[in-house]
């Protein structure tokens, strides 16, 4: 009997463990009434502030910076430079007309006297130091690239939507073991409920045959109050183990919803454990749904956008980019004489400016031929993902579905045991008080009341878990499923 308890209570609660933290974080942390439990509110709670969440929404914000860039990249770009020199004195050779005439008669324009050509021509060692400025601009608006700006902000928006829809996955990874924790927490107390019926039908029986021992009437006997006390004994073990599941229960709902340790009971808004209330609809339903709204789904097709639009750009990566140039440029030298001439070409005294129509053509043909075959293969490798995913998802929902109709008709057998195993406890108790049940036949209608109480618990668990799972699989939000199907 002991035995069977044991391995019954830890067959109870396969999936009772610390909740690990880390999954999503899709914003601040929801406040959880301790008072009041719901499934709904558990896993609102243990999606916020949770590290896990917080990489997915970063991997999103991290995908919508990309698509951000594309989208700009319409914009003009802006280039500029500047500098700050010290600039020694430059000084300029004076020109003037000779009073002798060249061999066609005209005057000569030659450097005026008294100035050393080898020397003033160049600039100064270190006379007359002064300062330099120069500035240099140039901007850039594209005006035709064959398609590179469509096509990468085509990927981007495919990247995005495909990190948005991971990070609904992560939320119902997160939503199942948040049910998974409460009702753990549920069947763990109705656990403690059973057994402490089974311990008032157990003290009563003690009494009973305390006191025909006490009268010696010779219906009981001490070694049936020694059976009584390992019945007892075995009872107290599983009880322990029941409450052992508890507390780690709490505790993960604890950690997954940052509640301090020193908090209150946690307390469940219904103290009954019953099944959802939902009506089954076909398996082919469920997969139409599944392939029209499952999150994973919705990322791989995507991402077989994104690796398409990949591909169109590596294709536009064959042909130039065409674009409208302005630039201008300023220069000036405090300690450089400005040069009259215009037609003179003096780097330190300038500003000009300007505008024309550029051409931009990097054609490595070896290096642009193999991303374009990498994106090829890229594509033929998401296509597959995304049918090996179908084939998944199917196979999956099948599974779930037959698991869902085997734990609802077992439940209902569990329920129809439970209520026999009641009214035999019940007819037993009423025996007993006038001696007409011996002690084996007090204890088996004992033990066949909370085992068949026990198992019932543990079937609405595992039905209730089955359906969410179900839900999920087929793309619906079991938040809401759970909200409108609660009794």
Known sequence: MGRILCLLCLALFPHVVYAEVGAERTGRQEAIDLGAITPEGLALCARGDNPALSIAAAELEKAMSQLTLAKRSLFPSLSFDSLIAPLPR????????????????????VPCPNQDV????????????????????????????????????EAAEAGVSAYRALTQVAQRRFDQLAFQMYYGLAVTKRAQRVFRKGRRHLK????????????????????????????????????????????????????SCKVPQSSEEL?????????????????????????????ELIAAQHQVMAREAQRALALSNFFPDIALVGTFGFARGTSADDNPDPFANDPFNVLGYGAYLGLRWRLNVAQLTSKLQASEAAISKARAELEGLKMQIKLELG??????????????????????AKQWVTSTMMSRSVGLVSVKEGLDAITAYFTSALHYDREVYEYNLALTRLWSLSGDDPLKMIKESTP
Do not use: W
């Open 399 to 420: 599974e779930q579905y037959i698991e869902v109709v085997r734990r609802r008709e077992t439940l209902a057998f569990r329920e129809s045991a439970q209520k026999q």
């Open 267 to 295: 307390t469940l808004k219904s103290s009954k454990l019953k099944p959802l209330k939902v009506t089954l609809e076909g398996q082919e339903e469920y997969n139409n749904r599944a392939f029209a709204q499952r999150p």
């Open 204 to 255: 009563k029986l003690r009494k009973q045959i305390e006191r025909e021992l006490v009268a010696e009437s010779g219906k009981y006997t001490s070694n049936d109050l020694r059976k009584l006390g390992i019945k007892e004994s075995e009872l107290g073990v599983a009880s322990a183990d029941v409450e052992s599941q508890r507390r780690r229960a709490i505790q993960g709902i604890m950690i």
């Open 90 to 109: 430059r000084r300029l050779l004076n020109y003037c007309v000779s009073e002798t005439s060249s061999l066609s008669g005209l005057s000569q324009v």
């Open 118 to 153: 080898q020397d003033d021509a160049r600039i100064s060692d270190v006379d007359g130091m002064g300062v330099f400025v120069r500035t240099s601009a140039t901007l850039t608006q594209p005006l035709y690239t064959f398609g590179k700006i469509r096509h990468g902000r």
